[in-house]
């Protein structure tokens, strides 16, 4: 109990401080509690971003942790990748990523893939919001390391339990079209110079079943990466230093889930 009410403190505090109109958001999320509405909220962020989300709690978290946590450190881990870099973001959610990196690099294209076609609305809807049609290019689509057909859970309303490590716990399921590895990697028409991965345990599929030289162009990579049984953290790290990719940063959040940053050029670890 002691440590929700500590994690709601926190999130009224970044809504106020994090957001324009945050006491509005806040009220709109007390609201939601009691009545069911509003089913939407539109987060306007300090740097120009307008973000529109179901307003669910697990469906809210990545604007807080991209927006005002900074949780993919992107200041220091992409601001010398030039400003025209290609950025591929595979599980790109509801954009949040893929509309914070383009804000930051005026001049840079993203190719976003989201597997679950409910998110994915929210994910063109926010391009759109954002004016970045021309630079960040949304596809409803699952990577793997084949081309081929992918089974995921999708409980709507952007939820963070869709996804592959999700199925089997009772909620909708969807088979969606995907697009291999080694083609998303260069959607843009060369390889991606940063590739961000968050997809709730397809990882390992799309990483371990493609080719290491698919990533010899890749100069960054952070993932998250996901206690899939059977596999683990430290096949991904073997598979990327085969790539040439070394680990600059790692940051654990429980047995078998964290965060990892990787390099092919000489890194400073973050501050």
Known sequence: MARSITHSTRRVRQTLSGFDGGSRLVL??????????????????K????????????????????????EYRLGWFTDDLGPDAVALDVGAHIGCF?????LR????????????????????????DNNLGGR????????QAVAGQLELA????????????????GGRTVTVPSVAMSDALTRSGRTA????????GGEYDMVL???????????RVVLEYHNLPGHSWQQLETFFAEAGLQVVHRQPFSEGLGMAWLSRDPLAPPA
């Open 28 to 45: 709109d999320m007390l609201r939601q509690t009691v009545s069911g509405k509003p089913e939407e909220l539109t987060f306007h962020t």
């Open 98 to 102: 893929s509309v914070a990196f383009a």
């Open 105 to 128: 690099h005026p001049g840079a294209r993203v190719d976003a893939f989201e597997a679950s076609p409910s998110t994915s609305v929210y994910l063109e809807r926010n391009i759109a």
């Open 209 to 219: 079943g493609s080719d290491p030289k698919d990533w010899a162009g890749v100069r």
């Open 47 to 70: 740097d120009g971003a307008s973000i529109t989300v179901p307003n669910r709690r697990g469906a809210r978290v990545p604007v807080y942790e991209i927006f005002v946590e900074d």
């Open 154 to 169: 999708d409980n709507g309303a952007a939820s963070g339990h869709n996804g592959v490590l999700h199925l089997g716990e």
């Open 193 to 200: 110079d940063l590739v961000k991965m968050d997809t709730e």
């Open 136 to 143: 960040v290019h949304g596809n409803n689509l699952a990577v």
